[in-house]
């Protein structure tokens, strides 16, 4: 049944009734759900359904319950962000699952549940950000796994566990800043990788190492500079390599390709390569095809070699391909020529070493803690050597194996953690018996905004604060201090110390010597023990009289208060006296007015009334049970 194509907004629940139907086509319509429940449960015969390009959000865990029989299912091109658990558990014999450009985030190993036939799964051009661990578990028999087109930046070492059968994987198009090399090595039988367009730098030694597969494609890099040696190594049934079109790449090791024994195709077409050096030819098999037009080619000693395969008398066993278009860039006497028409003669056996420009700037800023790899790649005949020279004038070269530096040859520096002291001048010193040549890079460092100064200073203890850790250069810092030795910036060799979170900006240091030197640093001490500083202080304790006249001040402080409080308590004591004399003289007066009432009037008269002619009440005639009471 074909529908697809039309304005149909809703599957009606009518197509249960099509008992007998194998194959559904509704793609292309204005579908926003695919219902629930009992639509599709009498559909056992279905195979095929099609409801790609649509306006599907949500799979829903009952939505494919019943059409057990489907092999192929299509929901590409909607808008589906959510998929329940066990989604397709019911779908036993299904083989392809398509959802690819959808708006898919994350992966889950309970979409897969049941999907034990599943041959092909298309997750292609949707918003994943990484592959955790054995998300595709229940695929025991997938061949095909397509993941290019999303925002993958990061995959688990496990994220292909039990894929033993998968054949081909898509990863192009992706963030990916290295090669997922344990990922690809748990697949057994992978036979093609597609890593095309992701921001890798370098194809480092061993990424692509002991696999089984056929074909290899690395196009279109954006950030790829140099391949190094042994980055592929032991690929036996390697026959195909595609390294072209990535505008940047400058430097082949000659020690790239090891162990590629049936290699019949390397295509480095298009990319800044100035030339291959002669000794890759010696780890290359017979018969290789290769493909080095659209670069920018060096015709000088480095490319003798090349000219000499050229040669139409000579049976070499390495082939290049398209010696019409293979065309020389430099010198300027041969700009703009064909390699096969420059005479061999003019090709010099040796030169001077040329240090290749990897696109690194000649200056470089850097901040203290931060990682900085320094790069330096040379061609020349005989191959020359390379060293660094450091701007304390010291030389590395590969003996260099420290904590927070370390040498890779032949030419990579790196800093794990940059101090100040490193800032300068670089030099890359590229020697052959011909010559030499130097390449300078300036390294600026940067201090982290982060300062440690203090605020409250006793005999026995100093509280310190300091600011910029919210700007989480650092997962949590450590606060070192000891008795001030003198040294200039050094932290004093006896020490103690105390942790701070990102989110922490105070800390009190208890327990100190009065009138003592204190030097307080602030810094990070990485995994391997290495301790970076950022800032530090000195301080100097209060004597033993401080603590003293803290205590003196309060105690005067309290002679006044008492002081006070007894002037007021004596205040309160007069005037309460004050006010008995005032009311006991009003008594007197009162007595004396109902005594004289008394003599003019009746015996009856005082029990009549208790007002007297002043109009004042006798308190002798107030009833007063409580007082009596008690």
Request: hydrophobic content about 40%; glycine content about 4%; some cysteine.
């Amino acid at each position: 049944m074909n529908a697809k194509g039309n304005t149909i907004a809703n599957v009606d629940r009518s197509i249960a009734k099509l008992t007998q139907l194998k194959e559904l086509d509704l793609s292309g319509n204005q579908i926003k759900s695919i219902g629930r429940g009992k639509m599709f449960r009498n559909l056992t015969n279905l195979i095929y359904f099609n409801v790609g390009k649509n306006e599907i959000s949500t799979i829903f865990h009952d939505t494919f319950l019943g059409p057990i029989n489907i092999k192929q299912l299509v929901l590409s091109n909607n808008n589906i962000n959510y998929i329940e658990d066990e989604a397709f558990t019911d779908l036993k014999k299904l083989e392809i699952l398509d959802l690819e450009q959808n708006l898919l985030g994350s992966l889950y190993e309970e979409w897969f549940t049941g999907l034990s036939k599943l041959l092909s799964l298309n997750l292609a051009h949707n918003r994943v950000h990484n592959v955790p661990a054995s998300v595709f578990r229940p695929l025991q028999n997938l061949r095909s796994l397509f993941l290019a087109g999303n925002r993958i930046s990061s995959i688990d070492p496990r994220a292909f566990s039990g894929l033993t059968k998968l054949q081909e994987l898509t990863l192009n198009d992706n963030l990916l800043s290295r090669v997922p090399t344990a990922a690809l090595q748990s697949m057994p039988q992978l036979d093609s990788v597609v890593f095309d367009h992701n921001p890798v730098p370098k194809i480092k030694p061993l990424d692509f190492s002991h696999l089984s597969v056929s074909k290899i494609s690395i196009c279109q890099m954006p950030e790829l500079v140099i391949i190094d040696a042994k980055a592929f190594y032991t690929l036996r049934n390697l026959t195909n390599l595609l390294i072209k079109n990535n505008k940047r790449l400058s430097y082949v090791d000659p020690l790239a390709f090891i162990n590629v024994n049936n290699l019949r195709e390397l295509n480095l077409a298009y990319n800044n390569l100035q030339g291959i050096q002669r000794e890759m030819a010696d780890f290359l098999p017979d018969g290789v095809r290769i493909h080095l037009y659209g670069n920018p080619l060096n015709c000088n000693c480095n490319s003798r070699w090349l000219r000499i395969i050229l040669n139409p008398n000579l049976n070499s066993t390495l082939h290049l391909e398209e010696p019409e278009h293979l065309v020389c860039n430099s010198p300027a006497n041969f700009n703009h020529k064909l390699l096969k028409d420059i005479d061999l003669v003019k090709l010099p056996k040796k030169c001077t070493p040329i240090i290749l420009n990897l696109t690194q700037k000649s200056e470089l800023v850097g901040k203290v803690g931060e990682k900085e790899i320094l790069e330096c790649r040379a061609m020349g005949s005989p191959p020359p050597k390379l060293h660094w020279s450091l701007p304390d004038g010291s030389n590395i070269n590969s003996t260099l194996n420290e904590v927070r530096r370390r040498y890779f040859p032949p030419g990579t520096l790196v800093y794990y953690h940059l101090q100040p002291t490193d800032a300068g001048l670089f030099r890359c010193i590229a020697e052959n018996s011909a010559g030499r040549d130097t390449a300078i890079i300036k390294l600026t460092v940067t201090g982290i905004d982060i300062h440690l100064f203090p605020i409250a200073v006793s005999s026995t203890f100093v509280t310190l604060v300091w600011n910029g850790t919210e700007r989480r250069a650092f997962p949590q810092y450590k606060i070192v201090y000891g008795i001030d030795d003198g040294k200039n910036g050094t932290i004093p060799e006896e020490t103690q110390f105390a942790m701070a979170s990102q989110s922490r900006k105070t800390y009190t240091i208890s327990r100190l010597r009065p009138d003592t030197k204190y030097r307080f640093c602030i810094g990070y001490e990485d995994a391997s023990g290495y301790w970076l500083q950022i800032s530090c202080c000195l301080t100097i304790t209060q004597d033993a009289k401080f603590m003293l006249q803290g205590i003196s001040r309060p105690n005067n402080v309290a002679a006044v208060a008492i002081g006070l409080v007894l002037l007021l308590a004596l205040v309160l004591c007069l005037a309460s006296l004050a006010s008995r004399r005032y009311r006991q003289r009003f008594y007197e007066n009162t007595d004396k007015t109902n005594t004289n009432i008394g003599d003019d009037s009746t015996p009856n008269a005082s029990t009549s009334t208790a007002v007297s002619s002043s109009g004042t009440i006798a308190l002798d005639n107030l009833y007063r049970p409580l007082l009596h009471s008690s």
